[in-house]
């Protein structure tokens, strides 16, 4: 209602508005509004004052991007893992199976159990991997991502050359039940060895070659005789893998994978030496890099303290 005062003016009268009783405390309303998270506190409406209390602008959940991109790889590697068996075992359907070097291995399929075992023995390692990542330190440093895209890249394509069940390019093993569980056994070893290396080194892990931020020269565990335990590790599967398969594709992938970790070996080893200096200068001295004895101790660039 408005009133005419004696000046002529008009006027609000709030005489017969009834006050809208006082809120007491504050309220708080949480919007999560075009992957923003926004929070507002709205404390004396009556009075009309709005407070803002926090705004997390950027992408939803931003904290949780590192878990949510590792969630995505173990799925990707899970349908990964998956394809393959289906591949393994419905080839014939398929046209390319037609194909001489895509045709089933039928004599390795004969063992169906300790093909799969083999394969089980990669999952398992992905999947520890992936969990195993979460409590890793901050990065200081890392390769390039061309850099790191190669060394997957050339990784996984040695695995399916190892583990895909064709005839490629024959057989330089024969299937033998007794050569097969020589292989599980020695891939089971390396799997263990790079478990262990892993678990040794802890928080300063990394996927690429990086340094961490503190970052720690491990010497503990496998690392008082290997610099890459991890990779010693993980070559011995390869070779386990190549054992059970007995394909020469399965040579093939080894060798892929020689050359995949001898590439990033020689790159972290520059990364480390340049981080930590004659500190591991001194480690190359009285360590080997992937196995005890071979080849010989790396000598090192600087003068020995005396």
């Not at 990669?122 to 969990?131: D, G, N, Q, R, T």
């Not at 330190?137 to 190669?150: C, F, N, P």
Request: proline share 4%; glycine share 8%.
């Amino acid at each position: 209602m408005e009133r005419e005062t004696a000046d002529g003016r008009f006027e609000r009268d709030y005489s017969q508005v009834k006050p809208r009783p006082e809120r007491r405390g504050a309220g708080r309303i949480v919007f999560a509004v075009c992957m923003a998270e926004v929070r507002v506190v709205k404390s004396d409406r009556a009075a009309g004052r709005v407070a803002i209390a926090t705004v997390d602008a950027g992408w939803a959940g931003a904290a949780q991007w590192p878990e949510m991109q590792r969630k995505k790889k173990l799925l990707l590697e899970a349908v990964f893992c998956g394809l393959l068996l289906v591949f393994g075992k419905y080839l014939h359907l398929n046209s390319i199976g037609s194909i001489p070097f895509f045709a089933r291995d039928h004599a390795l399929l004969s063992h169906r159990k300790l093909w799969l075992a083999c394969a089980c023995g990669w999952v398992a390692f992905s999947l520890y991997w992936e969990i195993a990542a979460r409590n890793v330190a901050e990065t200081k440093s890392s390769e390039s991502r061309a850099s790191r895209g190669l060394h997957v890249f050339l990784t996984n394509v040695a695995v399916l050359l190892q583990i895909a069940p064709i005839r490629g390019l024959g057989r330089f093993l024969p299937v033998s039940s007794s050569i097969m569980v020589t292989g599980l056994a020695i891939e089971a070893g390396g799997l263990y060895l790079a478990i262990w290396a892993r678990r040794h080194l802890g928080r300063f892990w990394s996927g690429e070659i990086a340094i961490k931020v503190e970052h720690e020269l491990i010497r503990s565990g496998p690392y008082k005789l290997m610099r890459h335990p991890i990779y010693t590790g993980l070559l011995t599967m390869y070779v386990g893998t190549a054992l059970v398969v007995g394909s020469w594709l399965a040579i093939i992938g080894l060798a892929v994978g020689l050359f995949a970790y001898w590439r990033k070996i020689q790159l972290e080893e520059t990364n480390l030496r340049v981080a930590f200096g004659a500190k591991y200068e001194d480690y190359c001295r009285t360590t080997w890099a992937l196995v005890p004895g071979l080849p010989p101790r790396r000598k090192s660039s600087l003068p020995t303290e005396r």
